[in-house]
């Protein structure tokens, strides 16, 4: 006989409106729980702030993923089609140059010729900074991920038709079995259930 091992991954409580959820929303935030989400069929205007949730961070990231496009380009094109390297004294450099010179009707081939790099440095900040978006935003939400412990609740599947629910983790610090359900029951949420995951 087989037994699976379960932990307790949270609370799911449902409420009955939009405004139900977002006062709710507010006082979890409140309450000074962190491990929290909501899930609605549709975005509800406000519901960051009611949350509590801070800025992405990921501009930034997305900010300097094109900066190292930018330089990547600028780099592969001096290493490769310009005098520049020797100019400063680094010869061993020169023969990379000199494997590609791009010489176009006459025009030098020098590090003044940087406007003739612009579309280079353009594509591949365009590029580096989709691809930071990609999958910075993937580890940031922690996706892919094939299954998730709400998915057990019967309840939860209403939340892409007409439910409105929130969860409380178990991993958050102010998490207790008793005294999380019992505050989630004074914001009015209903079928309050506790959801477990297989380990």
């Known amino acids: 006989?087989?037994?699976?091992?379960?932990?307790?991954?949270?609370?799911?409580?449902?409420?009955?409106?939009?405004?139900?959820?977002?006062?709710a929303a507010e006082h979890v935030r409140d309450a000074g729980y962190q491990r929290w989400d909501v899930h609605t069929p549709f975005p509800i205007h406000g519901m960051d702030a009611a949350m509590g949730v801070k800025r992405s961070k990921l501009p930034y990231f997305v900010f300097f993923g094109g900066l190292t496009g930018t330089c990547v380009a600028f780099t592969l094109q001096t290493l490769t089609q310009t005098t520049f390297w020797s100019d400063i004294g680094l010869g061993f450099l020169q023969t990379l140059a000199e494997t590609y010179p791009t010489v176009v009707q006459?025009?030098?081939?020098?590090?003044?010729?940087?406007?003739?790099?612009?579309?280079?440095?353009?594509?591949?900040?365009?590029?580096?900074s989709a691809f930071t978006v990609l999958f910075g935003l993937l580890s940031m939400i922690?996706?892919?991920?094939?299954?998730?412990p709400l998915f057990v609740s019967k309840r939860f599947a209403k939340f892409s038709d007409d439910g409105f629910f929130v969860c409380i983790e178990a991993r958050d610090?102010?998490?207790?079995?008793?005294?999380?359900?019992?505050?989630?029951?004074k914001l009015g949420g209903k079928n309050i259930e506790l959801i477990e995951d297989d380990i």
């Open 173 to 185: 610090p102010k998490f207790s079995q008793e005294g999380t359900k019992s505050f989630l029951e």
């Open 1 to 23: 006989m087989s037994t699976t091992l379960k932990r307790v991954h949270g609370f799911l409580a449902e409420f009955d409106s939009v405004q139900d959820l977002y006062h």
């Open 106 to 128: 006459a025009k030098p081939t020098h590090i003044w010729t940087l406007p003739a790099f612009f579309p280079v440095m353009f594509e591949l900040t365009i590029l580096f």
């Open 142 to 148: 922690g996706l892919p991920r094939l299954n998730h």
